[in-house]
């Protein structure tokens, strides 16, 4: 029998993207409080407000008849299946988190998860980046996951210490310019 006529499951699109990003072995999830919030707003908005509506969407379509045709219910159904998929997912990484507040480390010299470091490279220059958790780390604005290798290389070096950084091209010799953390809550 031909693929053609073979009927699909729901369950085949549930397991693309739910691999989660690696974690060392024994690691841990690590979250800034703001990253945490941030996740946990996303996925209240998706269970609270998104997914009701496209659950109206389908019923409504379902209501109007022969479903095979209908764009609004095939769409539909797909739209649900990656907002549970996303809820899963959210729901996977909260459930592990272990939020850590960078703001405590603050005046230390010493680079920590949260750290906004600056480290000059005989190569590139300077360059000013933001070690975050896994789950909250963009490119676009200067942050990198706390498990990528440059923040594996920086963490833990003061202020005027040198790092290595391997690299496919050889070692790189990074040096510590500048260490900053968020200044402490006033309720802290």
């Not at 996303?42 to 496209?54: F, G, M, Q, T």
């Not at 022969?66 to 649900?80: A, M, P, V």
């Not at 310019?177 to 006033?186: D, T």
């Amino acid at each position: 029998m031909s693929k053609a006529f073979t009927k699909e499951t729901d369950s085949a699109d549930d397991d693309e993207g739910l691999a989660l990003p690696p974690l060392p072995p024994g690691g841990k999830n690590y979250i800034t409080p703001s990253g945490y919030a941030r996740l946990r707003a996303e996925l209240l908005d998706l269970i609270d407000n998104e997914r009701p509506k496209i659950v109206d969407v389908v019923h409504w379509a379902a209501s109007n008849g022969d479903r095979s045709e209908n764009g609004d219910y095939l769409y539909g159904k797909k739209r649900l299946r990656e907002i549970d998929r996303r809820i899963r997912f959210l729901t996977k990484r909260l459930e592990i988190a272990e939020v850590v507040d960078p703001s405590l480390h603050a005046g230390s010299e010493q680079v920590f998860f949260g750290a906004t470091v600056t480290y000059s490279d005989d190569e590139d220059g300077e360059r000013t980046i933001t070690i975050m958790g896994i789950d909250e780390a963009d490119s676009r604005m200067g942050q990198v996951s706390w498990i990528s290798p440059v923040a594996r290389a920086l963490l833990k070096a003061r202020v005027g210490d040198e790092v290595q950084l391997p690299t496919p091209g050889g070692v790189r010799h990074l040096e510590v310019v500048e260490v900053q953390y968020p200044p402490r809550s006033a309720a802290a």
